[in-house]
């Protein structure tokens, strides 16, 4: 990249005294105007947690398709469970059409669902089962901690979005205290074949929420991000640190003051890696079902206009997903 990727110390952030919090906001404030894309250092999150989920994960897809598939997503547009290769076409959701993404994916969704929800969309979608493997073993408890782990992270990080918006940082609770996120595990498996023409290990996307947390892996290469001038630019991972995108729902909510950027995993050339199999984890973190989404007050243009309309969260994230899955052949 042309100047250093932008690291966060959050650490310091929540221990700092007034004047250096409302300075370390008005630096997010300015990353999340030019790219939406920055990593988070000194995050909290226990190495034995991550550790324990990234290994479980990848005992996972080391193992034979046949025991994968025991854990498969029952029908088409099904939102957990596993995923095989080349059954989702993230551009799709873009209107554009390509061939299949080169993964696979497991997928997992809230740990309880709400006594208070009642809406059958909420419950059949959102708080769907999440379709467990029986091996390996330990995959469900490592998995559920480092979900946990995310959900407390996702959490933090909203409260420095609330100071970077000057609003009170307890601004987004209510909009999140029975969020609707998912974890995703990815494998992009090693590849003996040449890629279809257009065909990416992930097509060019944004995300749909609030904010992403991705924890990519070690000196892999491929994930890139669409400069404001156009041009697809890497993000390489950072050592300690997670990679915090922006979502659709905070572009919605800021009024496009901060950016969902368009972001994809390309396949770099066979010798430079573009070959190898590579794994991350992505935490999708998404309001309230209920949680209506409208440009804040302080996002508003100077004729108190907005460019979107409310949204709620639930359906808009439904109808994005819906559209990324691929259709079995008839």
């Known amino acids: 990249m042309s100047k250093p990727f932008p690291v966060f110390d959050l650490?310091?952030?929540?221990?700092?005294?007034?004047?250096?919090?409302?300075?370390?906001?008005?630096?997010?404030?300015?990353?999340c105007r030019e790219t939406g894309f920055l990593a988070i250092g000194n995050h909290g999150v226990?190495?034995?947690?991550?550790d324990a989920a990234w290994g479980k994960a990848h005992e996972f897809f080391d193992l034979p398709a046949d025991v994968k598939q025991q854990a498969?997503?029952?029908?088409?547009?099904?939102?957990y469970g596993y995923?095989?290769?080349?059954?989702?076409?993230?551009?799709?959701?873009?209107?554009?059409d390509t061939p299949p993404d080169l993964k696979e994916s497991f997928n997992g969704g809230p740990l309880a669902t709400p006594a208070d929800v009642s809406d059958p969309d909420a419950l059949s979608f959102c708080y769907a089962d999440t379709i467990w493997p029986g091996d390996p073993d330990g995959f469900v408890d490592a998995w559920k901690t480092y979900y946990r782990s995310m959900e407390d992270l996702a959490?933090?990080?909203?409260?420095?979005?609330?100071?970077?918006?000057?609003?009170?940082?307890?601004?987004?609770?209510?909009?999140?205290?029975?969020?609707?996120?998912?974890?995703?595990?990815?494998?992009?498996?090693?590849?003996?074949?040449a890629p279809k023409a257009g065909q990416l290990r992930a097509g060019a996307h944004t995300d749909y929420g609030s904010l992403t947390i991705l924890l990519p892996q070690a000196g892999s290469r491929g994930l890139e991000i669409l400069?404001?001038?156009?041009?697809?630019?890497?993000?390489?991972?950072?050592?300690?640190?997670?990679?915090?995108?922006?979502?659709?729902?905070?572009?919605?909510?800021?009024?496009?003051?901060?950016?969902s950027t368009l972001h994809r995993v390309v396949n770099p050339p066979p010798d430079e890696g573009g070959?190898?199999?590579?794994?991350?984890?992505?935490?999708?973190?998404?309001?309230n079902w209920s949680a209506s989404i409208e440009c804040l007050e302080s996002c508003r243009a100077e004729d108190g206009g907005a460019k979107y309309p409310p949204v709620l969260s639930g359906p808009y994230l439904m109808s994005k997903f819906q559209a990324t899955t691929v259709p079995k052949a008839s």
């Open 11 to 31: 650490a310091a952030f929540e221990t700092a005294d007034p004047q250096t919090i409302k300075t370390l906001g008005e630096d997010v404030d300015r990353i």
């Open 83 to 96: 995923l095989g290769p080349e059954k989702e076409a993230l551009a799709k959701s873009r209107g554009e």
């Open 275 to 287: 070959m190898d199999r590579r794994q991350s984890f992505a935490f999708f973190h998404q309001p």
């Open 46 to 50: 226990p190495q034995e947690i991550i």
């Open 72 to 79: 498969r997503a029952p029908y088409d547009g099904y939102p």
């Open 227 to 259: 400069s404001p001038e156009g041009d697809w630019i890497a993000v390489p991972p950072v050592p300690g640190a997670f990679v915090i995108n922006i979502g659709d729902l905070m572009a919605r909510w800021t009024n496009d003051r901060w950016v």
């Open 155 to 193: 959490s933090r990080i909203m409260k420095v979005f609330a100071v970077a918006l000057n609003l009170p940082d307890d601004y987004f609770e209510s909009f999140i205290d029975e969020p609707i996120s998912a974890l995703r595990a990815l494998n992009y498996p090693e590849q003996t074949l």
